[in-house]
């Protein structure tokens, strides 16, 4: 499964080398088109402030797609494919300051590319111990930037941050590996997840969590 574009285009990568695209319609999705991708991807993003496609290639390069409905058949690919990991790209973000894209990986580092350009604003390397799994971005508040590797801590980041010390702090309290991150739109609030389905809703401000739900 893939995210959806603004246009109503839903996307999602299969083991052909293709980006598959479908095109929401009042009652369901219709197939459009596949765009052959020339390696195998193993993630799809939709960036909606840029309006652009990502996906993560097996040659764990990150590849940026302009698609619309409307446009002519050509060259979808945007620009040279942006190359700095040597393991498989995990996810990607938008960055509100600076104005950039964000990746992490397995490979334990986070990469910042110039949104437009391409070109590399800074590499955090050793983001975290163990390989970096997921991650989440609070725009508002200063700008906040959480990942989750496969540890028992999150790690909060000020992206604006991008000469000095990025790192904030971490966040701890799971007593288990945490599999996921979310942010709560618009608040400065996160949520994380464990192995055994503890859930904790943190402030980053604080590096506080503000409450813990246990399903059993």
């Known amino acids: 499964m893939g995210p959806v574009g603004t246009q109503g285009i839903f996307g999602f990568t299969t083991s052909d080398a293709n980006l598959h ?17 020339g390696v195998t991807m193993s993630r799809v993003w939709y960036l909606p402030d840029c309006q652009k496609w990502a996906t993560a ?10 698609i619309k409905q409307n446009q002519d058949e050509g060259e979808y690919l945007v620009g040279k494919p942006l190359s700095l990991h040597y393991d498989e790209i995990t996810d990607c973000v938008e960055i509100k300051e600076p104005k950039c894209l964000c990746t992490c990986s397995m490979d ?14 800074r590499v955090i390397k050793l983001a975290h111990e163990n390989s970096i799994k ?14 989750v590797s496969f540890n028992m801590d999150a790690k909060v980041w000020q992206p ?10 971490k966040l701890k ?24 389905n503890t859930i904790i809703i943190w402030d980053v401000r604080t590096l506080k969590s503000i409450q813990t739900i246990t399903i059993k």
């Not at 479908?22 to 596949?34: D, H, I, L, N």
């Open 108 to 121: 334990r580092s986070i990469v910042m590319y110039d949104a437009n350009q391409g070109y590399v604003i």
């Open 173 to 196: 309290g799971h007593n288990n590996p945490i599999v996921s991150v979310e942010k709560l739109p618009g608040q400065p609030f996160v949520v994380t997840v464990d192995l055994v």
């Open 134 to 147: 997921k991650m989440t971005y609070i725009k508002e508040y200063g700008g906040y930037l959480v990942t």
């Open 160 to 169: 604006a941050n991008i000469y000095g010390e990025a790192l904030l702090g």
């Open 57 to 66: 290639g097996s040659d764990f390069k990150l590849y940026l797609w302009n």
């Open 21 to 37: 695209l479908y095109v929401k319609t009042k009652s369901a999705f219709r197939y459009w088109k596949g765009i052959p991708t």
